[in-house]
């Protein structure tokens, strides 16, 4: 039956043809259904390892200990312990090799994120030591007196 | 007695015959589709605690240097809100630059309130639910969002088309478009920390303690005993996508 109606016809077959053959090389091996079936789990397996493959920056303070244990030990003995040190040192990614140095962060909104008073009655906010920024000598950085390591005036804790 | 383009042409046309089923079989493979949903040993789950919060915004500040979320575009994978709620009834809340650089001054949203006048003030870091039920998932026409088996749902950036349906879908308003990658972007676990048996940047630079991660199919484990024996809440649980980020001490006005 050659007919001038089937024509079109096999015309969007073909292209239909195409479009799925193209398909079969583009789309990856691994581009299906997995565990959580169709509706959540259609996807690129193989992306997983690439967001596990992602690169750690930071390595949290027991990374620092073993190369500045002065700096690690003296901490722990005040109530700044419970910070990290990347907190205010910037990540360390691969340092002492990347970067060289850490930076350090000695200004006063670095303190002041905990340490500046706010009446806030349902927080652990208003359990801290905290001054009033407006009033407590307000053109210095707060490491000019405090040293970080040790922070309170009168040396260590207990 | 065939001739030599009629050989030609059957040929051509046999062999599109055979290879359409072959690739197109994988569309729809009904053994695929009932996959077990219950072969999943690991289930990522998130804790906050709204009373340890202190708004130090340090969370905020290590998510975006270990995610590589521009620090100073005004996106972010989690941010800290702040709820000053005043005796008069007014709810007053703000999350400036996402609380990257914590708060340091009782100016909710601008507006300077007595000490007197504060009923109750506190704090709520917030950060992708990863739902049971993603949302985002369902609408996402490509699959390049998706829920890994342990239940985290990640955004593959090479299949992302950026259409945006999933910003949309999102009740809790956590994704938004990457500035550099100008894909979908969420928080997901720090899916290369945890999956290497690290705890997640924002769980490790909190002082406080107020966000905790586990795996809460473990049975010892500290996060699945609280959210299983302590009274705990999720956000918007009426939208049934069951969020796998549980609150303490979450107040009304937190929505």
């Not at chain 1, 140095?101 to 500046?116: A, D, P, T, Y």
């Not at chain 2, 300077?112 to 917030?126: R, T």
Request: glycine content about 6%; overall charge positive; some cysteine.
């Amino acid at each position: 039956m050659k007919s001038h109606v089937l024509r079109p016809l096999y015309v969007v077959i073909g292209i239909i043809a195409l479009v799925l053959i193209i398909r079969g090389f583009i789309v990856p091996k691994d581009f299906g259904v997995y565990d959580r079936g169709y509706m959540y789990s259609w996807y690129r397996k193989s992306n997983e390892d690439e967001w596990k493959a992602f690169k750690v920056k930071h390595r949290s303070s027991e990374y620092c200990k073993d190369c500045h244990t002065d700096k690690y030990s003296s901490i722990m003995q005040t109530p700044h312990a419970i910070i990290q040190c990347e907190n205010c040192h910037d990540p360390a990614i691969d340092h002492p090799e990347n970067p060289p140095k850490l930076s350090i962060n000695k200004s006063r909104e670095q303190c002041l994120r905990c340490h500046s008073y706010l009446p806030y009655p349902t927080s652990n906010r208003a359990n801290i030591k905290a001054i009033d920024p407006d009033n407590h000598n307000p053109d210095i950085e707060c490491v000019m007196c405090h040293n970080p390591h040790k922070p309170s005036l009168e040396g260590f804790k207990k | 007695m065939i001739t030599r383009r009629d050989f030609i042409k059957y040929s051509l046309q046999g062999a599109a015959a055979i290879a359409i089923p072959a690739l197109t079989i994988e569309i729809l493979n009904p053994s695929k589709l009932f996959a077990s949903k219950d072969t999943k040993k690991v289930r990522w789950g998130f804790l906050v605690d709204t009373q340890k919060c202190v708004g130090c915004g340090f969370c905020v500040r290590a998510c975006k240097l270990e995610n590589e979320v521009p620090y100073d575009a005004n996106v972010s994978r989690t941010w800290v809100e702040r709820y000053v709620v005043t005796k008069d009834g007014r709810v007053l809340t703000d999350s400036p630059k996402a609380a990257r650089d914590g708060f340091t001054r009782n100016d909710p949203a601008g507006i300077n309130i007595k000490k007197g006048d504060i009923e109750k003030a506190f704090f709520v870091p917030k950060l992708c639910n990863q739902c049971e039920n993603p949302p985002c998932v369902q609408v996402c026409p490509v699959g390049a969002t998706y829920q890994a088996s342990d239940g985290v749902v990640l955004v593959d950036r090479k299949w992302c088309i950026g259409c945006g349906y999933c910003i949309m879908a999102c009740p809790y308003g956590v994704r938004f478009f990457h500035p550099v990658y100008r894909t979908a972007e969420k928080c997901n676990f720090c899916y290369h920390r945890i999956t290497k048996g690290m705890k997640t940047a924002c769980v490790q630079a909190c002082p406080f303690g107020a966000r905790l991660i586990g795996n809460i199919s473990d049975p010892n484990d500290e996060v699945g005993r609280i959210i299983r024996t302590e009274r705990v809440t999720v956000l918007k649980d009426e939208y049934g996508t069951k969020p796998q980020v549980y609150y303490r001490g979450l107040s009304k006005e937190v929505r």
